[in-house]
């Protein structure tokens, strides 16, 4: 009898218990990053939606925080420190080391952004996991790289110049493509958001459709979320 209450109490404290988290930190990642990165993504999880767009539709599902959850689970195994090869890198994946883990650079950790943009950093980088696809290799940007207004388009985050970089997308599916698509059905159809997210959202997301330049891949997109 003590045998199976004991065996049921176990049981019970087994289930009760919190699931694993289903990517690992390595240890040179700063506590406090490691905290932000895991509130980001909680608060990505419980994202509730009232409508999704057609792109958004075929790369996410919809607007929906199980739908993001999965996403970056199902890609993103682990997340350490690296220099990425660059000093004007954010983050990035490294394929031939490990598919399935993102790195961060000190360029993450010492600038500060919102947190739907550090989420947009992040679901960029899970979209490089895939290995199936390429791992959704960046295009090179014009040199010069010039906006509508003439001004030359740099990074938001690092303030970085761009032309002849690669770090432009010829695709709606890219990494640059699938964030900003990301963001902007956050900013129009996030049902839970304030509206300092939505607001950082919808301006991030305008930030990044500049690094899209296929003349089709910009048409498709304009046609789905402007």
């Given amino acids: 009898m003590i045998k199976t209450i004991s065996s049921l109490i176990l049981l019970a ?20 990053i490691k905290t932000q990165m895991t509130a980001d993504l909680g608060f990505m999880a ?8 057609g792109l958004h539709q075929k790369i ?3 607007v929906s925080g199980p739908a993001y959850k999965t996403f970056f689970e199902s890609r993103v195994s682990a997340i350490g420190m690296n220099d990425c090869g660059s000093a004007k890198a954010v983050a990035c994946v490294i394929p031939f080391y490990n598919p ?12 500060s952004h919102p947190q739907i943009a550090r989420l947009m950093i ?7 996991t895939e290995s199936g696809n390429g791992n959704w290799s960046h295009a090179t940007c014009p040199d010069p790289f010039v906006g509508a207004d003439g001004k030359e388009i740099i990074s938001i985050w690092t303030g970085s110049t761009l032309a002849g970089e690669p ?12 964030s900003m698509i990301m963001l902007k059905n956050v900013s129009k159809f996030c049902a839970n958001c304030n509206e300092k997210v939505k607001m950082d959202a919808g301006f991030y997301a305008d930030d990044q459709f500049k690094r899209i330049i296929d003349a089709d891949a910009i048409t498709a997109i304009k046609k789905d979320l402007y």
């Fill in 122 to 128: 992040v679901y960029h980088e899970s979209r490089h």
């Fill in 13 to 32: 404290l087994t289930l009760g218990s919190a699931p694993a988290m289903a990517y690992t930190f390595d240890t040179n990642v700063p506590s406090d």
């Fill in 167 to 178: 770090a432009c997308d010829e695709t709606p599916f890219g990494s640059y493509g699938s």
């Fill in 60 to 62: 996410f599902g919809a």
């Fill in 100 to 111: 399935s883990k993102m790195w961060l650079t000190q360029n993450f950790v010492k600038f």
């Fill in 46 to 53: 419980s994202v509730t939606g009232n409508g999704t767009s």
